[in-house]
């Protein structure tokens, strides 16, 4: 299965300090070599402009690779998204104004091209640990309930590799 992972859930991993939770990283690695593990030109432009560790932001660097061009049936994508007026909130006011990357159609439209399944932190009730995306909201498990594209947290991410700590 492929595993898109929003900036969000990029981010989150910098809490399983490289130092200290080798595994994660090298099952992450393993991952990404496979081709199960893959995100988006723009959250690699997010985390270079973001609050994230150095080591995380060196670790992207260095698989530079995992952060892939949208291609041309993506773009096509990102645009069917937008043509539902509630789903232009992907994209802030400020991000408007400031012209700063926004990653979170292109995630989606990355799943999806892949047949692949978002991960990401933003837009989620946990409601007895259910995950449930927050109604109403333009966030990424909205927009992904809507096209029908797997989406899950970080947590459900590891669940679903089996990682045991």
């Not at 837009?123 to 109403?136: A, V």
Request: proline share 5%; aromatic share 12%; charged share 20%.
């Amino acid at each position: 299965m492929i595993y898109v992972f929003d900036t969000s859930s990029i981010r989150a991993l910098q809490h399983f300090y490289p130092r200290v939770f080798k595994k994660i990283w090298a099952d992450l690695d393993s991952l990404a070599q496979a081709g199960d593990f893959i995100s988006t030109r723009e959250v690699f432009n997010e985390l270079e402009r973001q609050a994230v560790s150095e080591e995380v932001l060196h670790w992207a660097k260095e698989r530079k690779a995992l952060f892939t061009t949208p291609t041309a049936n993506e773009q096509k994508f990102v645009a069917e998204i937008f043509k539902i007026q509630h789903f232009q909130g992907l994209i802030g006011a400020q991000q408007r104004l400031k012209g700063t990357p926004v990653a979170d159609p292109f995630v989606i439209a990355c799943a999806k091209a892949n047949g692949g399944t978002v991960v990401t932190e933003e837009g989620w009730e946990h409601p007895s640990q259910t995950l449930t995306p927050k109604p109403n909201a333009a966030k990424i498990p909205n927009v992904c309930q809507h096209f029908n594209i797997p989406c899950i947290d970080l947590e459900e991410f590891m669940h679903q590799q089996d990682w045991i700590f």
